[in-house]
């Protein structure tokens, strides 16, 4: 469910703790994945998350659940029109063959009374036919049906709870032929300590397995109580975070939460992450590729969140790659584990149960960036030749062990690789490494041209032939080959390296653009022709005019933060952009500012023609004595001013920096040590000073 706040005026027990009492505060490991480890660092993430308890005797969810929840795209808005024409969906797109079971009702769906008998009722003008009714139509389609409640005197949107009304609740649900139950955790009355966590929810789980239905219990406690350390036997899923909103800063931090508890997962009991945005629209199509392989790989229950009966054929082609779902949906049940972490590359692999090993390059910054493993290093045997098939461009190659490419700013290259017979990857073209690098600088201004090259790797066992190098610009800019861009032959392990000339319009805004193409090369095994993509991003960089100038009337380079985006001239509301509120720090009101959440970074480009950089800090008075956070400023990756860690009794405290003759400037937020819960983060009156 959706932050408390967002729901029609109705709150959680007061003694909840606030958002991000979510593993990233509750685990020091996770705490450490949030800033980036490398090599052993990051696979000692995975040694520090608890085994994994036993399953929960109810048979069910042996991979994860694969299905629809109507919150994130409707929220109270359901109906049995809406669920029923979802079913319908489900069979006529496919979506049904690819794998998805479940077509879940969310909150807002019972009327806010019980019937005389203690029993929950559907809301009549919503349900017509009741739960029964809808249920027997979705299992007319060869479907489940799930349904939702909550462990607290009442849902978070205010109907009634089921704590206290479990057996009933559940042989209820179970008379109406539900299949699967959300079991939320707003209004709970809860004394915080785990026992009472294990109290409300085993109770559920006993009452649910006294009915003798198989109705699959996904617990929805939003990893308050670390739940993977003790939900394994209760139920077949629990979240592990807060509440997932359509956008990037929000997927992305919420990854990074789940990603180091993969030892806690297994068949019949899985981390949970939230559901799908997918469709939505507050991400890029490359950003739900990313959003849909990572929870693959994770082993995530896939529930889509998006109105289906409008969804584009690039959403319903994202949700229903099978490729990519075979990963979720591998009978080993392996999650998902960090090979490596820096600079905001990842490589996470996959154990599957055939012996092949998945491998996502995952790229979170905001620039395209080469990202590289080895065969050995995600697991599998020595080979001199491993087959490996692209599961976003369905198709097949050989390499001699590397595994690498340029991958897209916000983008995943997803891999299955085989150690298998080395005959079965014989007559595959080899695997090849592209990308667009800058030459001689790491951006372009408006008005002035850049040389980029095009460097193709041959990864396999055999060259490549007859390579041809093609490069695209965005409308209105222009390319032209500065050097040869074919070449007869490239020999395996060489680079084959095409320059061009790229001339940006005056007048272009700044910001990364994408740089693309296609590299054409002939497979010398059977001549047969073959073209993979090519790509890479350029940075149009922008110094700001003398002056002085807010800094939230300029454009950054990236912005990174804790929950939800960066805000211009309000607070940080923790969702979507837009949803917080006028900066306010000690009682003083500020109209111009940045509103963050640790942690938190944006730089911008100075272009070395600025000379300092100025802000109130602390936190925002929202947070009524809550939170903790430290501002740091640095200038080409030097520091150069701090504020010590600062607290909301604090109030607002002047921050200067030098920034003389730096290229960039980074305005970083800390958590103060602490954790971040509740740590909005503001810089009033930001402002820089330029020649």
């Known amino acids: 469910m959706p932050h408390p706040r967002d729901r029609i005026g109705h709150t959680v027990s007061a003694d909840r703790p606030r958002r991000l009492t979510r593993p990233l505060a509750a685990l020091a490991s996770l705490a450490l994945a949030a800033t980036g480890l490398t090599g052993a660092g990051a696979l000692a993430l995975q040694i520090a998350a608890a085994p994994p308890a036993a399953a929960v005797a109810n048979g ?62 559907p809301d009549p003008a919503k349900f017509p036919d009741g739960i029964k009714g809808t249920a027997d139509y979705v299992h007319s389609k060869g479907l489940k049906l799930g349904i939702y409640e909550d462990a607290g005197t009442a849902t978070c949107a205010g109907y009634p709870g089921s704590l206290g009304h479990e057996t009933t609740d559940a042989q209820t649900f179970a008379d109406w032929g539900v299949d699967y139950l959300k079991y939320d955790n707003c209004n709970n009355k809860s004394d915080g300590t785990r026992q009472d966590y294990l109290n409300r929810y085993t109770a559920m789980r006993d009452a649910l397995l006294a009915t003798g239905r198989p109705i699959l219990y996904s617990l929805c406690e939003w990893g308050v109580n670390n739940p993977w350390e003790w939900a394994g036997d209760i139920g077949n899923s629990w979240r592990t975070t807060g509440d997932i909103s359509d956008n990037w800063a929000s997927m992305l931090s919420i990854a990074k939460a789940n990603m180091p508890l993969a030892a806690a997962a297994g068949p019949g009991h899985w981390n949970d992450p939230d559901m799908l945005e997918v469709g939505n629209g507050g991400m890029t199509d490359a950003e739900y590729r990313s959003h849909f392989s990572l929870w693959s790989m994770m082993n995530s229950p896939l529930l889509i969140g998006t109105d289906l009966r409008k969804a584009s054929a690039e959403t319903l082609s994202i949700l229903s790659n099978k490729d990519v779902i075979a990963l979720n949906q591998d009978s080993l049940g392996k999650q998902a584990t960090v090979v490596s972490s820096t600079g905001g590359a990842y490589v996470l692999t996959k154990q599957l ?175 047969r022709r073959v073209s993979v993509p090519l790509n890479g991003g350029f940075a149009v960089l922008v110094p700001p005019t003398p002056g ?104 607002g405290k002047p921050l200067q920096a030098d920034v003389t003759g730096a290229k960039s400037v980074q305005l970083i937020v800390t958590d103060g040590g602490d954790g971040n819960d509740s740590d909005h983060a503001d810089w009033a009156n930001a402002q820089v000073t330029c020649a």
């Open 353 to 527: 149960a055939n012996g092949d090993r998945a491998v996502a390059l995952f790229n979170s910054a905001d620039q395209a960036q080469h990202i590289s493993t080895t065969a050995a290093a995600a697991g599998l045997p020595q080979r001199s030749m491993y087959s490996v098939r692209d599961l976003w461009q369905h198709a097949d190659y050989e390499s001699a062990g590397t595994l690498s490419a340029t991958v897209p700013a916000h983008a995943t290259v997803l891999l299955r690789v085989s150690a298998g017979n080395p005959g079965d990857a014989a007559n595959k073209p080899p695997l090849l490494d592209t990308g667009v690098t800058t030459q001689g600088t790491d951006h372009i201004e408006p008005g002035t041209t850049g040389t980029v090259s095009a460097d193709v790797t041959d990864l396999g066992n055999l060259p490549a032939l007859q390579v041809s190098v093609k490069l695209n610009t965005p409308t209105g800019w222009t390319v032209t080959p500065a050097g040869p861009t074919t070449s007869p032959a490239l020999p395996t392990g060489k680079t084959f390296s095409a320059p061009w000339t790229v001339s940006v319009p005056a007048g272009t805004k700044a910001g990364v653009y994408t740089l693309s193409g296609t590299v054409a090369f002939s497979n010398p095994a059977d001549g």
């Open 548 to 651: 002085t100038h807010y800094l939230s009337d300029l454009d950054w380079m990236s912005a990174t933060n804790g929950w939800g985006p960066v805000e211009r001239d309000e607070s940080n509301g923790e969702t979507a952009a837009g949803d917080g509120h006028p900066i306010s720090l000690a009682g003083t009101v500020y109209a111009k500012g940045l509103g963050a959440h640790a942690p938190s970074t944006i730089t911008y480009y100075l272009g070395g023609k600025c000379s300092s950089v100025s802000a109130i800090v602390g936190v925002d008075d929202e947070k009524n004595g809550k939170g903790s956070v430290e501002f740091l400023i640095t200038a080409d990756g030097k520091q150069v001013a701090d504020s010590g860690v600062l607290t909301n009794p604090m109030g």
């Open 60 to 121: 069910l969810a042996a991979t994860p659940p694969m299905g629809f929840n109507d919150w994130n795209a409707f929220g109270c808005n359901v109906s049995e029109q809406l669920i029923e024409q979802t079913a319908d969906t489900f069979v006529s797109s496919g979506l049904k063959d690819a794998g998805y079971t479940y077509v879940n009702i969310d909150d807002c769906w019972m009327t806010h009374s019980r019937d005389s008998q203690g029993r929950l009722v």
